[in-house]
């Protein structure tokens, strides 16, 4: 529900993905993938967004993570297909 919640759960569990929104309460998408480096975590990132234009901040995000951007509303076989091709990747620099 949030970017704190996140990482909490980052520092309990291991995960091969990160699926987030940008704009959350507490710790944007942003400021969560920051978080992430600094901690050290490196994993595919998906970010799902609803604006139709992306502030500068997500814009570089998305492309030093080498992220995929998913606009809502979306379809759950096009999610599916994007973790799907997210997790195969190779060679891809992780967030």
Known sequence: ????????????????LLITDFRMPKMNGVELIQWCR??????????????ASLLP????A???????????????QHLLNTIDFSLKREHVTQC
Do not use: R
């Not at 529900?1 to 091969?16: M, P, V, W």
């Not at 600094?38 to 604006?51: D, E, G, K, M």
């Not at 998305?62 to 379809?75: E, F, M, Q, R, W």
């Open 38 to 51: 600094t901690h050290n975590f490196h994993f595919p990132v998906i970010f799902i967004t609803a604006t």
């Open 57 to 60: 901040e997500e814009n570089i």
């Open 1 to 16: 529900s949030n970017g704190q919640i996140a990482t909490e759960k980052l520092l309990i569990n291991s995960y091969d």
């Open 62 to 76: 998305v492309s030093d993570c080498c992220a995929t951007l998913i606009h809502k509303p979306l379809s759950l």
